[in-house]
């Protein structure tokens, strides 16, 4: 709906890792899907949303394997079991963490460990650090997936002309995926909305005063009610034969 105030026009495809035409991204799993922006602002889908497993809590569950092999899975499993606030406490320090590991930065990141974590394993102090690359690594499938997976969609004719990639949702907010995305699609203009994590929000907000926004969509699935096959009369009841000219 405000595309074109992002210095995208109003006969734009974009690709929205979430149109020129839009590629759109987040939740729990990736959905990209491509529009093209209407004469009026309207969007119309132009490929359905396809993606996959592999938005943020993949970094989150490859932090948490990095964890387990430190300090034995078992004891993550009690950790997670008799600790609920604690464990909680410990994710929401990665998060904020997850916002600050850039792609050109080798400083260690260091993450503050919970009291009842320190206790269990008997940790020398309070924090854990790790080398730049062992972080960066958390993120390295996700990302790879979500590449393999945009240039697919943009390889498939339907999709040809699109101009503008948009990233929406909270894994958007990551400078690592950000870099992945402008580095592997150089030509194409990437439009990250201040706030990305909420702009999924807000557009639902948005759809649901003005649903009119989205003027067209394809659908998942289609549902066939007639076919025929070539007719062989040593199977095929010959009243039932006709002729195509198509």
């Not at 809590?57 to 008799?82: C, N, R």
């Not at 930065?105 to 924090?127: H, N, R, S, W, Y």
């Not at 690594?137 to 004719?157: A, H, S, T």
Request: proline letters at 5%; charged letters at 30%.
């Amino acid at each position: 709906m405000r595309l074109w105030e992002q210095g995208v026009d109003r006969k734009t495809k974009i690709a929205d890792e979430c149109g020129k035409k839009n590629a759109c991204k987040e939740s729990g799993t990736v959905d990209i899907t491509v529009h093209e922006v209407g004469e009026k602002g309207d969007l119309r889908e132009i490929h359905r949303a396809d993606g996959g497993a592999w938005g943020g809590p993949k970094v989150d569950e490859a932090f948490l394997s990095f964890l387990g092999k430190i300090t034995g899975f078992k004891v993550m499993d009690v950790y997670k079991d008799q600790h609920m606030e604690d464990y909680i406490g410990l994710m929401l320090d990665f998060e904020m963490k997850k916002r600050e590991i850039m792609p050109d930065k080798d400083t260690k990141v260091t993450i503050k460990c919970p009291p009842a974590l320190v206790e269990m394993v008997q940790f020398m102090g309070d924090k854990l650090r790790m080398d730049h690359e062992v972080a960066k690594g958390f993120f390295q499938m996700p990302i790879d997936r979500m590449v393999e997976k945009i240039k697919q969609l943009l390889d498939d004719p339907v999709n040809a002309g699109v101009e503008a990639i948009r990233m929406v949702g909270g894994f958007s907010d990551s400078p690592l995926l950000q870099d992945a995305v402008r580095s592997n699609f150089p030509k194409l203009m990437l439009v990250i909305p201040p706030e990305a994590g909420l702009a999924v929000l807000k557009g639902a907000v948005i759809f649901g005063h003005s649903p009119q926004v989205i003027s067209q969509r394809v659908s998942k699935y289609t549902y066939g009610i007639e076919t025929c096959i070539e007719f062989d009369k040593d199977e095929h009841p010959e009243e039932y034969m006709f002729e195509n000219n198509d």
